[in-house]
C-alpha cells in the first residue's frame, strides 16, 4: 500500500493526460519481425480477419502479398481501397491512396511495409508518413516492418550484414506504437522457405542466400527483433507503472543498481556489481546523489566522484546524477521508477557511535526498500588511501576560528550593556544571533566552537559568582545544557541553509547557461553562427580558451572555429582529438586517456553518428574538478552536436524540397513540351508529306491551305520555343533591362496589336480613359507580358466574353487590370497559377503553363508586382502595378488626370 509521501502528483498527472490522449488519436499496431518472409504480412491479415469477424470494420490500404497464393487468399472478403496511379517516367506505379483511406475513415486499415519510399509526386516522400496522417485522423492502422529498417539500428545492421539499408523509419514511430508483434521464425525453417520460392523468386531466392539471408546474418538480425521487443515490452510495463501510480517494482527482468559516493571504496563497490551483473547477464546502473552537503566537499572528493561514475560507464553502466536532500530517499526512489529488483552499496565506513547519533545511509535505505533486495558489500580496505582521504579532505581555514572568537567577544560586550536593562534570560539571545552569524560567515566548525564559548562567556561573565567558572545555583545548569543545544542546533541548521541555498545557486547557474545557449542556437540554422554561439558560452562558463574540430571532406580533423579573443584555443593535439573523434569518449586533461595534454577534448555526439571534437583549455586551475562542471561541458557539446545535426537536417530537407520541385518542373516541362511539340510537328510532317505526294493530285488552293497550315504551326512552334527561352532566361536573372519611358496606352496598344489571331470585335476592350502616363520599362519585355496577359484571357474564357483592360494611378505607381467575366480562378488556384508549367482546371488543351509564369519574372525584374483576384461580376482580374517614370511623380494628381 502507497503512503501519502509516496504519492507523486505529476505520475498521476502522466496518466490523466494518457486516458484522454486514449480515444484521440488512432493507435497504430505493428507486425515486427526480423527479416522478410517470416509472415508479418500473413500474420497481420489473420488477425484482422479476426477482428472483421467480430464486426470490426477492417479495411486494406495496401498490402503486398509477393506473389504468394495463401496470403493472397487472405484478402477475400476484405473492402479494399482501390490503389493510386502515378506515371513516373513513363511507368505507372500503384501507390496507397491516402486520400481516399481518409475519406473512407474505417475502424481500422492495413497498410503493409511501413518502410516502403513513395512514387514521385506522392504527398509524402515515406509511406510512414501516410500512417502517421491516418494516425491523426483517428484511424487504427495495423502495418508491418522489418528489424533492418529500424533507424537507430542502420549502423548496426550495416555492419553486421554488410548490406547499406535505404529505407529507414524514426525510432519515434515505432515507439508511438501502442502494440508490437513479433513474428518469428529460426533461421534454418526461414532458408528453407527461401529455398522453396516462397519469399522471393526461384533467381532472386539463390542471390538472397548468399548475400542477406545467410544463416549468420539471420541469427544476428533475430536477435535484434528479439531485444527491440522485449525493450519495447519494458517501456510499456514502466509506463503502465508510472500512469497507475505502482511505486513498488515489478522484478520481470532483474536489473541492479549501485550507489557511490565520494569514498574511495566506490571504485570497489563498482567493479564487485560489474561482476554480479555479468554473472546474472542483467542491466545496472550507478548512482550518485549530490546532497546541500556535497558543495562543501574537497576537490579531491569531487574529481572521485567524477572518476567512479566515468569508470561505471566504461564498465557498460549507465550513471545517474540524482540532487535531493536525503541520500537514502533518492535512491530509492530512483529503483522504484527504473523498476530495479537489487540496490548495492558499500559498507559504512564510519563509527558505531556516528551512525547511532547521525543515522546511516545503508539502514535507511534498508528501511526504505521494501521488496527490493539491499546488497551491502566491500572490498579490501587500503589504510593508507583512507588516510589520504582524510587528510585531504577540506578543512576550515585557521582564521575563520578566530573570526568566531572575535564575535563571540564582540557580543560578550552587547550583553554586557544590556544586563542593566534585561533580565538574563534575554541577554542570551546576544549569543544566539553571535552563533547565527557565526554559521552564516565561517561554517560549521566555527559555529560549533561559538556555540560552546558562547555557554562558556555566559556563565564566567552573567551568572553569580562572576568571573568564575563556578555556578551558585543549580539550576543555571540546565539553562546552560539548553542553551549549547540550541546554539548547536542552531549553527547546524544554519550551515545546511548555506549549503543548500549554495548547492541551489550551482542547479541555477547551471540551468540558466544551458537555457540562454539553448535558447540562442536554436535562433539559427547558419553552421558559423552555431560554432559561434556554443563556444562563446563554452568560454564564459568555464573562462577556457576553446576551438572546435571537425572533419573535411577526407575525413580529417581541422579547426573549423575558435573562441573569440582571449578565448580562442591556438595550440590543438590533433592525435588527442583523433582519438576522442574515433573512440567517441572525452580525453585529454582531467581524464583517463592522454591526461597529459594541455585540453580536454569531448566528442560532439550526434544523433546519428560524432559531428566534431570540442576542445577546451580551462584558464583557471581546477575548474573541471567538479562533477557538475564535467557533465556541464558534455552537455553543451551535446547541445551543439544536436544545433549542428538539426541545421543539416534542415539544409537536407530543402534541397530535398528542391530536388522534389525541380523533378515535378522536369516532368512537366517534358510531358509539355512533348505534348506541344508533338501535335504541330506531327500537323507539319503531314501537311509536308501531302505537298511532296505526287500522287495526291492537290489544287492549289488545297496547297495554299496546307502551306498555310504549316506556317500556322511552325508560329506556334516559335512560340512554344521563345517562351521556353525567356523562362529560362527569367530563372536564370539573364534577363538585361534596358529601360526608356514610354507611354503606358503604346505599350498597351501594340500588345493588343500583337495578338495573333486577332481577338473577335468587341471581345478585347481598352478603356484608359485620360491616364497618359508614362512608365520607365524595357520596352519589348513589358509588351510581352501584356501581351501573355491578354492571351491568357483569350484562351480561358469563353468565345462570348469580354475582357476589359483599364487602369488607375496614384502617387508613385499605374496599376494596370485586365478583367474578363469567365470562369474565375479558385483560392486554391490564386497562389500557383503563376508558377511555371501550373495550369488551372479550366486549362484548355494547347497550353505549356508558361504565360503567366514569364509574365511575372518580367514584372518583378520592373520592380513591379502582378496577382489575381475575383472580379466584382465575376471572372478574373488579373493587376499589374509598375512603377511611374520619375517626369511622371512629380506632376500633380490632377494633372495627370486631366
Known amino acids: 500500500m502507497m503512503t501519502s509521501e509516496e504519492r507523486d502528483p505529476g ?455 562572576y568571573l568564575t567558572f563556578a555556578v551558585s545555583d543549580t539550576q543555571y545548569l540546565i539553562t546552560f545544557v539548553v542553551m549549547l543545544i540550541v546554539a548547536l542546533v542552531i549553527s547546524t541548521l544554519t550551515t545546511r541553509v548555506k549549503q543548500q541555498a549554495e548547492s541551489a545557486r550551482q542547479r541555477e547557474e547551471r540551468t540558466f547557461a544551458l537555457f540562454s545557449m539553448s535558447r540562442e542556437l536554436s535562433s539559427t540554422l547558419d553552421s558559423h553562427d552555431l560554432f559561434e554561439i556554443g563556444l562563446r558560452h563554452i568560454s564564459e562558463v568555464f573562462h577556457s580558451q576553446t576551438a572546435l574540430c571537425l572533419p573535411d571532406d577526407k575525413g580529417t580533423l581541422t579547426v573549423q572555429a575558435r573562441g573569440l579573443g582571449r578565448h580562442a584555443l591556438w595550440k590543438v593535439d590533433g592525435g588527442v582529438a583523433d582519438w576522442v573523434f574515433r573512440n567517441k569518449k572525452p580525453g585529454g586533461a582531467g581524464t583517463d586517456t592522454l591526461p597529459a595534454a594541455d585540453a580536454i577534448y569531448v566528442p560532439l555526439l550526434g544523433y546519428k553518428s560524432v559531428i566534431g571534437v570540442l576542445a577546451v583549455s580551462v584558464l583557471e586551475e581546477g575548474r573541471f574538478i567538479s562533477p557538475d562542471r564535467l557533465r556541464l561541458l558534455e552537455t553543451f557539446a551535446n547541445q551543439i552536436a544536436i544545433a549542428c545535426e538539426r541545421a543539416d537536417l534542415a539544409g537536407e530537407n530543402e534541397k530535398a524540397r528542391l530536388q522534389m520541385r525541380t523533378e515535378q518542373l522536369k516532368n512537366s516541362l517534358l510531358s509539355s513540351v512533348s505534348h506541344d511539340l508533338r501535335t504541330p510537328l506531327s500537323t507539319i510532317a503531314g501537311a509536308a508529306g501531302s505537298i511532296a505526294d505526287d500522287n495526291a493530285k492537290l489544287s492549289a488552293q488545297d496547297k495554299r491551305a496546307l502551306a498555310q497550315m504549316i506556317c500556322s504551326e511552325s508560329q506556334r512552334l516559335n512560340s512554344l520555343v521563345t517562351n521556353l527561352l525567356a523562362v529560362t532566361k527569367v530563372d536564370s536573372g539573364e534577363v538585361q533591362l534596358s529601360k526608356e519611358d514610354y507611354p503606358l496606352d503604346e505599350i498597351i496598344g501594340s500588345a493588343v496589336s500583337a495578338i495573333n489571331p486577332p481577338p473577335t470585335e468587341g471581345r478585347l476592350e481598352v478603356r484608359l480613359g485620360n491616364n497618359y502616363a508614362e512608365i520607365s520599362v524595357d520596352e519589348p519585355l513589358i509588351q510581352q ?60 488543351s494547347g497550353g505549356s503553363g508558361l504565360g503567366l509564369a514569364i509574365a511575372k519574372g518580367i514584372v518583378q525584374a520592373h520592380g513591379g508586382k502582378i496577382w489575381v483576384e475575383d472580379a466584382p461580376k465575376g471572372g478574373a482580374d488579373f493587376k499589374v502595378a509598375l512603377p511611374l517614370a520619375k517626369s511622371e511623380i512629380s506632376i500633380p494628381q490632377s494633372a495627370k488626370n486631366g
Open 11 to 465: 505520475a498521476f498527472l502522466a496518466r490523466v493526460k494518457e486516458e484522454k490522449s486514449d480515444g484521440a488519436p488512432g493507435r497504430l499496431k505493428i507486425f515486427f519481425g526480423a527479416v522478410a518472409g517470416v509472415g508479418k504480412t500473413y500474420s497481420m491479415l489473420q488477425t484482422a480477419r479476426k477482428l472483421k469477424s467480430d464486426g470490426l470494420d477492417v479495411v486494406i490500404g495496401y498490402v503486398e502479398t509477393h506473389g504468394r497464393a495463401e496470403t493472397a487468399a487472405l484478402l477475400e472478403g476484405f473492402e479494399q481501397i482501390p490503389l493510386k496511379k502515378m506515371e513516373y517516367r513513363g511507368t505507372q506505379q500503384s501507390e496507397f491512396d491516402l486520400d481516399s483511406a481518409l475519406v473512407r475513415k474505417p475502424q481500422i486499415i492495413l497498410v503493409d511495409e511501413l518502410a516502403h519510399t513513395n512514387a514521385t509526386g506522392s504527398r509524402h516522400v515515406k509511406r510512414w508518413q501516410d500512417v502517421e496522417e491516418l494516425l491523426d485522423s483517428g484511424i487504427d492502422v495495423f502495418t508491418t516492418l522489418n528489424v533492418q529498417h529500424v533507424e537507430s539500428l542502420n549502423d548496426l545492421v550495416d555492419h553486421i550484414t554488410g548490406v547499406p539499408v535505404q529505407e529507414r523509419v524514426p525510432d519515434s514511430i515505432i515507439e508511438r506504437a501502442y502494440d508490437i508483434e513479433l513474428i518469428d521464425l529460426p533461421p534454418d525453417e526461414l532458408i528453407q522457405r527461401v529455398k522453396e520460392g516462397k519469399v522471393y523468386m526461384q533467381d532472386r531466392a539463390l542471390h538472397a542466400l548468399d548475400n542477406f539471408f545467410r544463416k549468420g546474418n539471420l541469427i544476428a538480425l533475430r536477435e535484434l527483433a528479439l531485444r527491440v521487443t522485449a525493450d519495447r515490452v519494458e517501456a510499456q510495463m514502466d509506463q503502465y507503472r508510472l500512469s497507475r501510480q505502482i511505486n513498488e517494482p515489478w522484478p520481470a527482468s532483474e536489473k541492479i543498481l549501485v550507489c557511490v559516493s565520494q569514498s574511495p571504496l566506490s571504485s570497489r563497490v563498482v567493479r564487485a556489481a560489474r561482476r554480479m551483473a555479468a554473472g546474472l547477464h542483467v542491466k545496472w546502473m550507478v548512482a550518485y546523489v549530490e546532497t546541500p552537503k556535497s558543495a562543501s566537499m574537497s576537490p579531491g572528493d569531487r574529481n572521485r566522484v567524477v572518476q567512479t561514475l566515468r569508470l561505471a560507464e566504461q564498465l557498460g553502466a549507465e550513471s545517474r546524477e540524482l540532487i535531493g536532500n536525503s541520500v537514502s530517499e533518492e535512491i530509492v526512489k530512483c529503483a522504484r521508477q527504473n523498476n530495479v529488483s537489487k540496490i548495492v552499496v558499500g559498507k559504512p565506513a564510519q563509527a558505531r557511535w556516528k551512525e547511532l547519533l547521525f543515522g546511516s545511509v545503508v539502514d535507511d535505505i534498508i528501511r526504505r526498500s521494501g521488496i527490493i533486495d539491499v546488497y551491502v558489500i566491500t572490498g579490501e580496505k587500503n589504510v593508507h588511501e583512507l588516510a589520504q582521504t582524510f587528510l585531504a579532505r577540506q578543512r576550515t581555514k585557521p582564521n575563520s576560528y578566530v573570526r568566531a572568537l572575535v564575535v563571540v567577544a564582540l557580543f560578550t560586550c552587547v550583553a554586557k550593556l544590556m544586563l542593566p536593562y534585561f533580565e538574563p534570560s534575554n541577554v542570551v539571545m546576544a549569543y544566539m544571533l553571535g552563533v547565527v552569524i557565526t554559521a552564516t560567515q565561517y561554517g560549521r566548525g566555527p559555529s560549533v566552537m561559538a556555540s560552546i564559548l558562547s555557554v562558556a562567556a555566559f556563565d564566567f561573565f552573567f551568572v553569580p559568582p
Open 785 to 844: 507580358a501584356f501581351l501573355n496577359l491578354f492571351e491568357n484571357a483569350i484562351k480561358h474564357t469563353p468565345d462570348n466574353s469580354k475582357i476589359e483592360v483599364t487602369a488607375t494611378i496614384d502617387d508613385t505607381e499605374v496599376i494596370v487590370s485586365v478583367k474578363d467575366n469567365g470562369p474565375g480562378v479558385a483560392d486554391r488556384e490564386k497562389c500557383k497559377i503563376f508558377e511555371k508549367f501550373h495550369r488551372g482546371p479550366h486549362a484548355l
